[in-house]
């Protein structure tokens, strides 16, 4: 900033005065105001985080759960009429002719579990793979079924989780590292690399290395995974290139507004509405079927199809993943165009 000099009345010394605007005092709130809102808005999102993660769990509870009744005649009538009593709307009833299709439906993901009403006794079939909280109350019901009819009911876990993880509790906590990672490893690609080239490098490496480490760890050492490890592996680094590759897209093309976004619908709303540790039919409607439609509810799905049971129902989920890598390398390059327009606007200026 130049500067030149004044005679002062009188033939005084003379000053210097500034030449050119004086700066301007600093804009918006400071000190003790700034504090304050600060302080105001952490309070906000921890409340936004606090309900996002209780409340799906505090309003647990079957909404139309998928099952199947095998048999016919007065037997299924009456089972069907001891549900529709017990549990209003908590099952989505089917009627199938015979138990071999009760457990058809059951290992290609079309029901959580069959009631058998044989005319020797019912039987309760469940799938702990599926989903050990659906398992834990239809195996809760066959007691109430046993005590109704007096009759003995033999309950039979047709597609069982793990050993080493009976209650899939091991498999629903590895989500949220997958989740957490994902999302960190997008903001980084979207604020320390720059060219797309490097970026889809970035999240590519990134994927195959965590989807390897990852399923070998939670596949051979933990235990929680018991299927094909490569289709395992594949899963795991599509759940992280496609978590990852949105983040960065978000955060290239709106800069960290997209990225505040993106955790709003990956983390605070993605996670806690996956279903991963019950099943998506367990959370409060609609949020069961929302959590589907973003990554990390579709990601556990495909992943408990493909570890459980050979890849049977997995296509919605497959496709909902890609539909969000498709959108994320869309943003990518909207936000690589973007920034390319100002630079030559720059150098054009």
Not at 31 to 55: D, E, K, N, S
Not at 147 to 173: I, L, T, W
């Amino acid at each position: 900033m130049s500067s030149y000099a004044t005679q002062s009345p009188g033939g005084g010394p003379a000053t210097v005065e500034p030449h050119g605007p004086t700066p301007s005092a600093p804009q918006g709130p400071t000190g003790t105001r700034l504090a304050v809102m600060v302080a105001c808005a952490l309070a906000v999102a921890q409340l936004v985080v606090v309900i996002a993660f209780a409340w799906p769990a505090a309003r647990s509870g079957p909404h139309d759960v998928p099952i199947v009744l095998a048999g016919q005649g007065r037997a299924v009538a009456a089972v069907e009429d001891h549900l529709e009593k017990g549990k209003p709307g908590a099952f989505e009833v089917k009627t199938v002719t015979d138990e071999a299709e009760a457990r058809e439906a059951i290992l290609d993901r079309d029901a959580y579990a069959a009631v058998v009403a044989d005319p020797t006794g019912p039987k309760v079939l469940v799938s702990s793979a599926a989903g050990s909280a659906v398992s834990a109350s239809f195996t809760q019901m066959a007691g109430e079924i046993e005590k109704q009819s007096g009759k003995p009911v033999v309950v039979e876990d047709v597609r069982a989780a793990p050993e080493k993880d009976p209650r899939g509790a091991a498999f629903g906590s590895s989500m949220l590292p997958l989740v957490l990672t994902g999302m960190i490893g997008g903001i980084l690609i979207a604020l320390k690399v720059s060219r797309v080239r490097d970026r889809l490098v970035t999240a590519g490496a990134f994927a195959v290395a965590a989807g390897l480490c990852t399923t070998a760890v939670v596949h051979g050492w933990i235990g929680a995974f018991d299927g094909n490890y490569f289709a395992e592996a594949s899963v795991v680094g599509l759940i992280v290139f496609t978590i990852s590759i949105t983040m960065a897209g978000l955060g290239a093309a709106l800069g960290h507004r997209g990225i505040g976004l993106g955790v709003l619908a990956v983390l605070l709303l993605g996670n806690p509405l996956s279903g991963v540790s019950s099943a998506p039919e367990m959370l409060p409607e609609p949020w069961g079927a929302v959590g589907q439609m973003l990554p990390p509810g579709a990601g556990a799905d495909l992943l408990r199809s493909t570890s459980f049971f050979d890849g049977a129902g997995s296509g919605g989920a497959l496709a909902t993943l890609l539909t969000w890598s498709a959108a994320g390398l869309a943003l990518l390059f909207v936000g690589h165009a973007r920034s390319a327009g100002k630079a030559r606007s720059l150098r054009a200026g």
